[in-house]
């Protein structure tokens, strides 16, 4: 199915922490087990702070390309973290992957067509999966990659609050006797601009409460992530159990979703927000999507959004500012 290379590893676009240690320890498998070389390549913006730095100090070999091409030249193509049209990753409608290694709902019919699939919605982050495969071939991650994939791990299942499974416990506990302390906390404390703050301040403001509900439109954003780092914030309002933040980069609309004591899959929910109007996909308490922009008026279609996400959510008052 793969051949002696070399292979292609891509993941969604902008990618996170999981992201990006997904992709270093299969590289990393295929290497070590099989003397396979591999090409890491990722499309979009990645702007956290943390995340800067966690491809300077651990994942270096990723490289940034916005355009696609030369399929041609590799052996394998495989996704990690994301699914063909998933509507989050630059894969080509004509390209078709071998290899999937993913953890998000829904498991799409896309992936019938692809030689090996392994999806598990049910564990906390896809790094976590490819661990076991890392164990599986007797290979002990060193120091970097480690750290690597225990931030990856931590960051996806905030310390193994969010959506962890058996699986991701213990992975956390082998990984954090194998990493390296010292890059881990360069990457946990690096420093963050004034802009930073200025767009923290500006979602808070824009934050208002719905019964249970926190919500923020953020309006232009300054990067596609900004949404997914405030529901980080903002599900820890003490009285929330649904955090939904959504802002414009681009030519997209990015909506983030995060739960806490509900029963709903996150990713299921966001999937009945953003329905026919563009994808949407994520699990357990965490979830995410994008709607394109294009020929509709931006203001109308987030007021749609707001709407359907409230009404799922069983919250009908008129809200109030969150900081009052």
Known sequence: MIGKGPVLILTHDSPDPDALSSGLGLA??????WDIPSRLVYSGLVARAENRAMLRFLTPEWEQHDVLEGFEQYSALALVDSQPRAGNNRLPEHIWPQVVIDHHNPIRESLQVVPYVDVRPEVGATVSMV???LDAAGIVPGPTLATAMFYGLQTDTRGLARGASEIDEAVYVKLLSWLDRKKLIDVEQVG????????FNQGLQAARVYGKVVLAYLG???????????ADVLIRLETARAA?????????LHLSLRTKGIDTDAGR????VVASLGKAGGHG????????????????LVAEIKRRFLTLLGEEDAGVPLLG
């Open 28 to 33: 990393t498998l295929f290497r070590q087990a």
């Open 131 to 133: 661990y076991q495969y």
């Open 192 to 199: 963050v601009s004034q802009d930073y703050f200025r767009a």
């Open 220 to 230: 232009p954003m300054s990067r596609p992530d900004l949404a997914a780092e405030m």
């Open 244 to 252: 939904f933040c959504l802002g414009s980069y681009e030519d997209n």
């Open 269 to 272: 929910l966001v999937q009945q």
């Open 285 to 300: 308490a965490i979830a995410g999507g994008q709607v394109p922009i294009a020929g509709k008026d931006l203001d109308t």
